[in-house]
């Protein structure tokens, strides 16, 4: 089992950056993905971005494109997704997952979930 624990989150303005971090513990596995999704009040689960831990590959999300970077510290067994010029859509509760299924940010090929960290982005 893969636990998941978020952190980094918070409340920025407009144009600000952060940087969240997803840190696995537990027994990990060869050829796993780590996703960060995203879900405001009321609204759907969308991905943001995903990487593959063994060769690095990552794949981002269209909202995201251009301004964020997925990234990981293998030693530390921790994944970074770093946003830069946020704006208000970002507001959402970040999460990060693992699986081996596919390495695309689509929920339903990841099995282990994180708890989330609250990004606010106010204008």
């Known amino acids: 089992q893969v636990h998941l624990v978020e952190s980094g989150g918070g409340s920025v303005q407009t144009g600000g950056s952060l940087r969240l971090s997803c840190e696995a513990s537990?027994?990990?596995?060869?050829?796993?993905?780590i996703a960060w999704f995203r879900q405001a009040p009321g609204k759907e689960r969308e991905g943001v971005a995903a990487?593959?831990?063994?060769?690095?590959?990552?794949i981002y999300a269209p909202p995201v494109m251009g301004r964020a970077t997925i990234s990981q510290d293998k030693a530390k067994n921790t994944v970074y997704l770093e946003i830069n010029d946020l704006k208000p859509e970002d507001t959402a509760m970040y999460s990060c997952?693992?699986?081996?299924?596919?390495?695309?940010?689509?929920?339903?090929?990841?099995?282990?979930w994180g708890q989330g960290t609250q990004v606010t982005v106010s204008s």
């Open positions: 537990g027994p990990t596995r060869n050829r796993l993905c």
């Open positions: 990487l593959y831990t063994d060769g690095g590959s990552t």
């Open positions: 997952a693992a699986g081996s299924r596919a390495c695309t940010p689509a929920p339903e090929y990841y099995n282990y």
